[in-house]
């Protein structure tokens, strides 16, 4: 029966992508079957952890996220939890061997998020490792399916591509950061001052996370390169367009990438793949 309650555990994980995230739910889906699952059980504990601190306000975030750290831990120890979601998570982190440092810079992380903080370059760095390269490693474990060598070749670019991502998250919820959060993650900008040099600097920092990454996704398996890659032309779909924003528009509005254009990238994707164009 156990066989049985793995199955549930796994299919919630599988729900809380969907219902949070239906661009990385398509990339996800794309995967090979062998491998889907473990990344959805990814994606399900760093989205739990990041809602505690994200939107859970009227209670005591600090300890919720506490509780769910050691109950995470406690779960990879005893390889079950009757909490579905890491029951799923600690499978995946047992059946690759997913270094627990990485867990824990993924937790630290979050728990910057719990008060606001004015970042220096140092801060900033450090963040950006912990709540976007490290989940791009734990999904790294699972692409090459646990090989040492494999991982420590791509490691690289995986931190390079999740630097991407972050960043690119960070100039689309500007708005909702600074006004709900109190956030403010890029160093040396000011609350609710932010100009447009300051934004051409980042873009550019982001261009170059691109250009290296991408370097790391022709040596991915071809179990999971279709799918980073469909997930890279997404995220960098949105690069170009925030370019084309004044840093009022990234301050009113959150910028987004309609059905239309998310269908032409993946079909587009599907033929650079389909004929080993990347």
Not at 227 to 237: E, G, I
Request: charged residues 25%; proline residues 2%; negative net charge.
């Amino acid at each position: 029966m156990k066989d049985l309650f793995d199955q549930v555990a796994i299919q919630a994980s599988v729900n809380v992508t969907k219902a949070y995230s239906t661009s990385f739910f398509k990339s996800v889906s794309t995967l090979n079957s062998s491998i889907r699952n473990d990344i959805h059980a990814i994606y399900g504990m760093v989205r739990f952890a990041d809602e505690i601190v994200d939107t859970f306000h009227e209670f005591d975030k600090a300890v919720l996220l506490e509780e769910f750290k050691q109950d995470t831990f406690t779960a990879i120890e005893r390889k079950i939890s009757l909490n579905p979601i890491l029951n799923s998570f600690q499978a995946t982190v047992n059946r690759y061997n997913i270094d627990h440092q990485l867990i824990e810079q993924f937790f630290f992380s979050m728990e910057m998020d719990l008060t606001p903080l004015e970042y220096n370059k140092e801060m900033y760095d450090h963040y950006i490792v912990g709540s976007a390269e490290v989940v791009g490693l734990m999904c790294l474990k699972v692409f090459v399916l646990g090989n040492d060598k494999t991982y420590e070749d791509l490691k690289y670019y995986a931190r390079k591509l999740g630097a991407a991502f972050q960043k690119i998250n960070f100039l689309r919820d500007l708005k909702d950061d600074w006004e709900g959060l109190g956030r403010v993650y890029f160093p040396e900008i000011e609350e609710g001052e932010f100009t447009t040099k300051q934004k051409i600097e980042i873009e550019k920092e982001i261009e170059l996370d691109f250009q290296e990454a991408y370097k790391g996704i022709l040596l991915l398996p071809e179990t999971c390169k279709f799918s980073v890659y469909l997930a890279y032309t997404y995220y960098y779909k949105l690069l170009l367009k925030i370019k084309t924003k004044k840093v009022d528009d990234l301050m009113s509005n959150r910028i987004r990438i309609p059905n239309y254009s998310k269908f032409f990238l993946y079909f587009r994707s599907y033929l650079a793949h389909s004929f080993n164009m990347i």
